[in-house]
């Protein structure tokens, strides 16, 4: 589902990645971590299409990035939910619209739509919340929009980078849980974060941890 071989991406001189390798199956589970400035959200960036392959390969669903047309670029997208780390939300949006939004886009039934978006939002608490402007929730609930959106069109891959940065303890847990219950049905998940709690309680996810943009250890144990 993901392959990346020898990527290495730089900022002008500064290399932010620097030889990065590994494969990920249907359904497998990959931890990014490392310390702030390590190259994670540049590895996600890559990944998602929203950085250029500079050296190296990298192939997401099937699409080798190095050789990616525009046209194909939307294909890509569609197969990928991505939260991001400053996950931006529509200000001046509801909750729901905000949600429902990639699916207008997927050109989907409105029927469909409405029993999309309400599914989603109760598996993360948000359904009181649906009529709400955006600009009025709180950070961990802004951040909980944004990985609705992500999963609402059932991506075979999920780019998230530290989704539960802005979350109580019990609010991530539950967080875990569906995103647990997506890889469960074969989603393949990427994740940053640094907490290492969250490692612990995904004992079958792999871990790659980066230090200055280079992979010091890949393990598939627990980490911590
Ligand atoms: N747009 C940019 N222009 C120049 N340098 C950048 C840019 N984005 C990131 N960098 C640099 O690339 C390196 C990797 O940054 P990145 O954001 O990938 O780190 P990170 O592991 O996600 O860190 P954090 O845990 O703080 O989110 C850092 O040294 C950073 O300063
Ligand atoms: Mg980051």
Redesign the pocket.
């Known amino acids: 589902m993901i392959h990346v071989q020898s990527l290495s991406y730089s ?2 001189n ?1 290399w ?1 990645l620097k030889d990065v390798s590994f494969s990920l199956a249907p359904g497998d589970f990959l931890f990014l971590v ?1 310390p ?7 590895l996600m960036r890559v990944l998602h299409g929203s950085l250029p392959v500079q050296r190296g390969r990298a192939e997401v669903a099937g699409v080798d990035l190095g050789k990616l047309k525009a046209g194909r670029l939307h294909y890509l997208r569609r197969q990928i939910g991505v939260v991001f ?1 400053d996950f931006k939300v529509l200000a001046g949006r509801t909750v729901f619209d905000n949600v429902a939004l990639p699916l207008y886009v997927q050109g989907m039934k409105k029927q469909v739509i409405q029993h999309r978006v309400r599914a989603v939002l109760r598996s993360l608490e948000l359904d009181t919340k649906a009529q709400c402007p955006c600009q009025e929730l709180s950070g961990g609930e802004q951040q909980r929009v944004a990985i609705a959106r992500s999963v609402v069109i059932k991506p075979k891959i999920i780019l998230a980078d ?1 989704p539960t940065g802005n979350l109580d303890h019990e609010l991530g847990q539950r967080l875990m849980h569906v995103f647990h219950q997506f890889n469960k049905h074969g989603t393949t998940i990427v994740f ?1 974060t640094h907490n290492r709690e969250i490692l612990a309680n995904t004992p079958h996810a792999n871990i790659l941890y ?1 230090r200055d ?1 280079a992979t010091v250890v890949r393990e598939n144990a627990p980490y911590g």
């Open positions: 900022f002008g500064h932010a490392g702030s400035g390590a190259g994670k959200t540049t780390q530290e940053a980066l943009g």
